[in-house]
């Protein structure tokens, strides 16, 4: 709770009254006249002089009516959060190779690799890429985010949405093949830009996450979806997933499980020059560490703005110091006329 007077030099006036209330205090108003004071100088002595009722309270009423001059205020002080978000289109790959691993140099044998397969430490690509963004969309809750999965063609998961909920449930469902495979890149860069264009947001953000190159005959050319991007305002951040580490679990026609490299496809130099294009950059991710890393750095460059204005609701309280200034006055004002009235 907040007080305050919006006009306190009205105080100015109970300075004088003190002196007001003294002077008329010392003044006796004679209750008729005579010619000498003598006889009556012993009973006067005698006699306690009466408190002067009517007085004090004309004084309190005054003092009263003084603090409503000053506009005496009282309210709540808010603080109003208002979040700007950044929308944002997530264009995740989930073609065969998406179920790849890519092991990390602390697991160097094989049978320590499939181990980790086995338990669930060791995460395929596109898992670990599900679990990081994951972590990505619960971190935002105020921007719009959307997900299209692609392969050899697009795939709408979930347009740009606040509702994160519906979102993840629908990006857990995403498997690597679950699209005719191949990987083309450019169309579902033009979908995402196509889904942004007409976004109220000033901060428009495509992240393409891919571990191949454009392999498959498009009428839009990757370097042309993003030029589209550029001119519709939105940047485009690559994520280059994948290393030279990387194996995949193979069947053998008896059902047995055996592990092979899988060969490296990835088009950096591509995805430098998609994010360039538009101003945005690039990340490699080459294992689930890796991936970690690059949301942590997604997240920390593309921020939500906030801002908290300062709110302040004051409500009038004069009404109730004027009103208590004249009760008094005119109580004042009826015991000098009834009960403490002094007839001459």
Not at 112 to 128: E, F, P, V, W, Y
Not at 192 to 220: C, H, W, Y
Request: hydrophobic content about 45%; overall charge neutral.
């Amino acid at each position: 709770m907040i007080f305050r007077f919006a006009q306190p030099w009205f105080a100015l006036l109970a300075l004088a009254l003190p002196f007001v209330v003294a002077l008329v205090w010392r003044r006796r108003l004679p209750a008729f006249l005579v010619s000498d004071t003598t006889p009556f100088a012993a009973a006067a002595a005698a006699r306690r002089p009466p408190l002067r009722w009517p007085l004090l309270l004309h004084a309190a009423g005054l003092l009263c009516c003084v603090v409503a001059l000053m506009r005496p205020q009282a309210g709540i002080e808010r603080l109003i959060e208002r979040a700007e978000g950044v929308d944002i289109m997530l264009v995740l790959d989930v073609s065969g190779s998406m179920k790849s691993y890519d092991v990390p140099e602390s697991l160097d044998r094989g049978p320590a690799i499939a181990g980790a397969i086995q338990s669930g430490a060791l995460k395929d690509r596109l898992t670990t890429a599900q679990d990081e963004l994951r972590k990505f969309v619960e971190g935002r809750p105020n921007d719009r985010i959307g997900v299209i999965a692609f392969a050899r063609q697009p795939y709408m998961v979930c347009p740009p949405t606040l509702d994160h909920d519906f979102l993840l449930s629908h990006l857990a469902t995403l498997k690597p093949g679950m699209l005719p495979d191949g990987t083309n890149i450019a169309t579902p860069l033009g979908s995402a830009t196509a889904r942004l264009k007409d976004s109220p947001s000033r901060r428009r953000i495509i992240v393409l996450f891919t571990d191949g190159e454009q392999n498959v005959d498009s009428s839009l050319s990757p370097r042309q979806a993003a030029l589209l991007a550029k001119d519709n305002r939105a940047t485009i951040h690559t994520v280059g997933i994948g290393s030279d580490r990387a194996i995949v679990l193979v069947n053998d026609p008896f059902g047995n499980q055996s592990l092979q490299r899988s060969p490296a496809g990835l088009d950096q130099a591509l995805l430098e020059e998609l994010a360039g294009t538009t101003g945005g950059r690039y990340f490699p991710a080459r294992d689930a560490a890796g991936f970690q890393k690059v949301m942590h750095e997604i997240d920390a460059l593309e921020k939500t703005s906030l801002e908290t204005p300062r709110y302040r609701d004051y409500r009038e309280q004069f009404p109730w110091w004027l009103g208590a200034g004249l009760a008094l006055m005119l109580a004042a004002f009826v015991l000098e006329h009834t009960v403490l009235r002094t007839d001459p």
